[in-house]
């Protein structure tokens, strides 16, 4: 029986196959793995243009020169990344066919992760923790699950 264990978190995602051999220990594999850009800048690196940032207050001599400023952008690019997240999980877990599979994600995502899977996605879901491993060395992985 093998079990697929996700890490991720909103700039990286791995996914590890776990085989159970009875005789030995089990056996961590790295089966997917990728960083996104996106998820790694600031929102000042993000935002390039300098049209988007307030100048002058509109006092007597002054004027206010507001372009428009991203109240909602860093909120949109979460909610962009997490849906992302959620379709690769979706993709893996249908291609793998596993029976089970594991979750670590951030408290801040973790929620809104799952809320985004396909049902028969998240049937299989056996273990889910509110923690971020996706710095932590792949033989350490496996006993946050255990």
């Given amino acids: 029986m093998s079990i697929i264990i996700i890490t991720v978190d909103l700039g990286h995602f791995k996914a590890y196959k776990v085989t159970m051999d009875p005789i030995a220990s089990p056996k961590i594999e790295l089966i997917e793995s990728y960083d996104s850009i996106e998820g790694h800048l600031k929102l ?3 935002l390039s243009d ?10 007597k001599g002054e004027v206010a020169k507001g372009y428009g400023e991203p109240h909602h ?3 949109d690019i979460r ?3 997490v ?3 959620a379709l690769n999980i979706n993709t893996l877990i249908k291609k793998d066919d596993c029976e089970k599979w594991y979750l670590a994600a951030g408290e801040r995502i973790n929620k809104e992760i799952i809320q985004k899977l396909e049902p028969t996605v998240k049937a299989k879901l056996d273990k889910n923790i509110s923690f ?4 932590i060395p792949k033989s350490e992985i496996l006993s946050h699950f255990l």
Wanted: hydrophobic share 35%; aromatic share 4%; proline share 0%.
């Fill in 83 to 85: 849906k992302i997240i």
């Fill in 132 to 135: 971020d491993l996706t710095k």
């Fill in 73 to 75: 952008l860093e909120s």
């Fill in 50 to 59: 300098i049209a988007g940032r307030f100048v002058g207050g509109g006092g």
């Fill in 44 to 46: 000042g690196e993000k």
């Fill in 79 to 81: 909610k962009k990344l």
